[in-house]
């Protein structure tokens, strides 16, 4: 009898288990409701999902996690909602752009110093950024990865002011960000991007650091372009700004005043509206520094630099 029972019991286990595995029955994707819309790029809003459940066996196939659309007519953008989206997309290595957060990062910041801009205003724009840059993400400690940082600007000319491994901390960066001083004339863009196409960033394939700029091998290689009006020649910036993406570096740019948006989107990597951001004015630009701030504010900033690389200071 007690045979019969365990023979039993075995086959309904193996019938059991014979059905769930071969279970034909379809499961329809399941998807969390969409968030808040939040304002991106020039004129864009975003909203997202995420899949709670894929679909299996021929049931109804996930939609888009993202949908994008213009803003509706009147809205505009504000220096806060800009910074929103500069954490979000920039300054965090989360997933929601294609930046690997278990990847190191190469970062080459490109700051149009051209005659429109004065001495003034020029200053004001470093130290603007050089706060901005205490707040890189994905985070601190020994388990993640390290930034490094070169720094360029431009005008008529272009002038490399230090490379990615020259300063292994954010208070190196940020102090020699600060002594750059100004030199005005025209708005060469083309000449800044092909410089960082064809020296800094002269590895193209990036399998192995025969830089002496300071490059990693396997590391995200990144471009800010932060400039405040049109170049000389839109058409041999977007051109050289294609060739620096043809190598596998990601651009990003700020716009800050009239510039053309149809241009700048030339000259940016995709998807569009996480790699442009605009402001009205370099006045806006230090309201979005200060709305970042808030954003951490008490607690620990998000950045660290390489600690082990060569440097010209602390």
């Known amino acids: 009898m007690r045979f019969l029972v365990s023979s039993v019991v075995l086959l309904l286990l193996s019938t059991a288990a014979r059905a769930w595995l071969y279970d034909t029955t379809s499961v329809d994707c399941l998807q969390s409701e969409w968030s808040e819309w939040m304002k991106v790029g020039y004129n864009t809003r975003l909203r997202s999902r995420v899949i709670l459940r894929h679909p299996s066996n021929g049931g109804t196939a996930c ?78 400690g020994p388990s993640y990865p390290y930034h490094q940082i070169a720094f360029m600007t431009f005008s008529s000319s272009y002038t490399e002011h230090f490379d990615f491994n020259d300063y292994g901390t954010y208070t190196g960066v940020s102090n020699a960000i600060r002594q750059v001083t100004y030199s005005d004339g025209g708005t060469n863009t083309h000449n800044a991007l092909d410089y960082a196409r064809t020296t800094m960033f002269a590895n193209g394939d990036f399998s192995v650091s025969s830089s002496t700029k300071g490059l ?82 008490g607690g620990e900033r998000c950045v660290n630099l390489n600690p082990w690389s060569r440097r010209r200071n602390a």
């Open 63 to 140: 939609g888009p996690n993202e949908e994008t659309e213009q803003l509706p007519a009147g809205e505009t953008i504000t220096p806060q909602e800009t910074a929103r989206a500069f954490d979000t997309f920039f300054l965090k290595g989360q997933s929601t752009t294609s930046r690997n957060p278990g990847k190191e990062r190469d970062l080459l910041i490109i700051l149009d110093e051209s005659g429109s801009i004065g001495l003034e205003v020029f200053n004001d724009a470093k130290e603007a950024l050089a706060r901005l840059l205490g707040y890189i993400c994905p985070g601190i």
């Open 216 to 297: 990693r091998p396997g590391s995200l290689k990144e471009v800010l372009l932060i400039t405040d009006g049109r170049p000389n020649s839109d058409s041999l910036t977007e051109a050289a700004a294609e060739r620096l993406r043809n190598i596998g570096v990601s651009v990003f740019a700020l716009g800050i005043g009239n510039v053309i948006q149809s241009h700048m989107e030339q000259l940016i990597s995709e998807p569009e509206y996480k790699h442009i951001f605009h402001l009205d004015s370099f006045a806006d630009f230090h309201t979005m520094v200060e709305s970042v701030e808030l954003v951490y504010s």
